[in-house]
């Protein structure tokens, strides 16, 4: 059993800044790479950010340059710090685990960025 614990979501305004994180518990080994997926309204999950087990990192094209995805191997945690966040960043933010090329689902987190 493996199992995705989500914090961090909420209510910012334009420019302002939030950070995610996704604890991780259970079945974890073998993981190939964690990261962040979003969904807005009426919209496709797309992803956001990952990293893999060798630390390399992966972002979307609209968020480089003002989102950082970290991990902490020892709290087996890993974060989405969000800067500059501009409204279209509205949506639910869900963590996201690949072990032995299974995908693991948090339950998401809202978040929020007003004009």
């Known amino acids: 059993q493996l199992q995705l614990v989500e914090s961090g979501g909420g209510l910012v305004q334009a420019g302002g800044s939030l950070r995610l994180s996704c604890a991780a518990s259970?079945?974890?080994?073998?993981?190939?790479?964690m990261g962040w997926y979003r969904q807005a309204p009426g919209k496709q999950r797309e992803m956001v950010a990952t990293?893999?087990?060798?630390?390399?990192?992966i972002y979307a094209d609209s968020v480089k340059g003002r989102f950082t995805i970290s991990r902490d191997n020892a709290k087996n945690t890993v974060y989405l710090q969000m800067n500059s966040l501009k409204p279209e960043a509205t949506a639910v933010y869900y963590c996201?685990?690949?072990?032995?090329?299974?995908?693991?689902w948090g339950q998401g987190t809202q978040v929020t960025v007003s004009s």
């Open positions: 259970g079945s974890i080994f073998n993981i190939n790479a």
């Open positions: 990293i893999t087990s060798g630390g390399s990192t």
């Open positions: 996201n685990l690949l072990r032995r090329w299974v995908a693991y």
